[in-house]
């Protein structure tokens, strides 16, 4: 079983649609949680921490459910520009190199 | 603010020629530092990280190895590069847990250099 699993999709929707993205982690001590965002061809960019309450920043919704390792991301009014690689990430938290589990991405693709 | 640089943005190198990759980051002190591959339409893969100067741990068995000679900045080199060395390299950083006083920090990445072993 991988460590940190998301569907790869693609998610084709249409502008201004809800989107959801789910993902899965095996190590249940894990302390810390992120979504990434990669465009094609560039670097990973950080796009929210995940928090226990969940959290919001603006047209984005992260939540963590501890008890079933589940992480999800939703996307509210997509935009064209929303199209891109969304990566899962999960820190163990218990390693002094600060190491990173990356999910093999969910790739969305925004059409007008 | 941090800013982290990598050079070169592209190279192409022909198989068993010699690598080296730099990166740098700036606005910071005493930071982890991590170097992935990422190869053509695959996840991550995490090569080595640095905790210190000259501390470094291998995370795959490889032709590859990296360096710190200063505290901001990290070297992946090769001696003969071969064909499956090719892909994106994606140098990054995050403080470490000792700085932060927790675990469980985010990487921030560089641009990238994507190698082309010919």
């Known amino acids: 079983r991988k460590e940190v699993e998301q569907d790869p999709g693609p998610f084709n929707v249409p502008e201004g649609a809800t989107v959801a993205f789910n993902c899965t982690y095996s190590?249940?001590?894990?302390?810390?949680f992120f979504w990434y965002r990669q465009d094609c061809r560039k670097e990973p960019k950080l796009l929210m921490s995940v928090y226990s309450s969940g959290n919001e920043d603006g047209r984005f919704t992260a939540q963590l459910n501890r008890a079933s390792q589940y992480i999800s991301l939703l996307i509210r009014d997509s935009k064209l520009s929303d199209s891109a690689t969304y990566l899962c990430?999960?820190?163990?938290?218990?390693?002094?190199?600060?190491?990173?589990?990356f999910g093999g991405g969910t790739r969305l693709m925004v059409k007008p | 603010s941090q800013t982290i640089h990598q050079w070169p943005a592209t190279l192409v190198q022909p198989v068993g020629s010699p690598l080296s990759l730099e990166c740098t980051v700036e606005g910071t002190s005493n930071p982890n530092l991590y170097w992935y591959r990422q190869a053509a339409g695959r996840g991550l893969q995490l090569l080595f990280y640095?905790?210190?100067?000259?501390?470094i741990s291998s995370e795959v068995p490889q032709n590859l190895s990296a360096s710190r000679p200063q505290d901001r900045q990290f070297i992946l080199s090769s001696k003969k590069l071969l064909l499956s060395d090719s892909g994106f390299y994606l140098c990054a950083w995050s403080d470490s847990p000792k700085k932060r006083g927790a675990y469980g920090n985010e990487q921030f990445f560089g641009p990238g250099t994507r190698l082309t072993v010919l």
């Open positions: 640095s905790v210190g100067i000259g501390q």
């Open positions: 190590n249940s001590a894990s302390q810390s």
């Open positions: 990430v999960v820190n163990p938290g218990n390693n002094a190199g600060n190491m990173l589990t």
